[in-house]
């Protein structure tokens, strides 16, 4: 499975990846999604499956991992998920506690903090940087909102 990487959102189909994250998410994506800046994107050329980063206190955030309902089970999710493993040494990440795939965050994270709002994951975080970066995470407006798509 071919799995891009790239520095911005930018170079790629706007339209195709909004359309991939709101139909993964069920949900309606804020229309400043594209505004925001992010630091590495890794893609499948044909918009099933994106892994978007952000940098939060020098450190790579992962703000959204999405793999298209009608592709998912065909390791594509694996693909990508190895692909920032390879990538990244350290990084965080953030999941609504009614995220189906808390599960798999947990196995493959190092630590997690759970509040009402949100689980918050890390991979070799030093200590000292957890709270300070969890806060900053936690506090980042949602990007992603109900809708009956």
Not at 52 to 61: D, G, L, M, V
Request: proline share 4%; net charge positive.
């Amino acid at each position: 499975m071919k799995i891009l990487e790239t520095s911005s959102l930018d170079t790629l189909n706007a339209e195709k990846v909004r359309a991939l994250l709101e139909t993964s998410f069920k949900k309606k994506l804020s229309d400043d999604y594209f505004s925001q800046s992010f630091s590495t994107v890794f893609y499948e050329p044909d918009y099933k499956a994106i892994a978007i980063f952000q940098t939060i206190n020098n450190i790579p955030y992962l703000d959204k991992f999405a793999v298209s309902k009608e592709h998912e089970g065909a390791g594509l999710g694996k693909a990508l998920w190895k692909q920032i493993l390879q990538k990244f040494h350290v990084f965080v990440w953030r999941a609504t506690p009614g995220n189906p795939f808390n599960r798999f965050y947990l196995k493959e994270s190092h630590g997690c903090l759970k509040y009402s709002d949100w689980h918050i994951y890390w991979r070799n975080l030093d200590e000292s940087d957890i709270l300070p970066v969890a806060q900053v995470v936690r506090a980042k407006p949602k990007t992603l909102y109900e809708t009956t798509l």
